[in-house]
């Protein structure tokens, strides 16, 4: 059986499960960590993608270090 390392998309749709949960809760209050962590599983899956996403990759980098700061 393949582990989560082998599952990017499992590993990011459990990501952000978890969020909708928090989202949708009396209190909504998603914390930019726990937002910048789930859309850093997108990283791993551009990775897989390799070339096909390589310009979108690069934008997305930039616009998740921008909310980060």
Known sequence: MANQVDKP???????????????NSPSPDVSVKQFSDA???????????????????LDYVEKVYFVEK
């Open 9 to 23: 998309l499992k590993v990011l749709a459990d990501a952000f499960k978890e969020m909708a949960v928090i989202v």
């Open 39 to 57: 859309c850093s599983h997108l990283l791993r899956l551009f990775g897989v993608l390799e070339y096909a996403f390589k310009f979108v990759k």
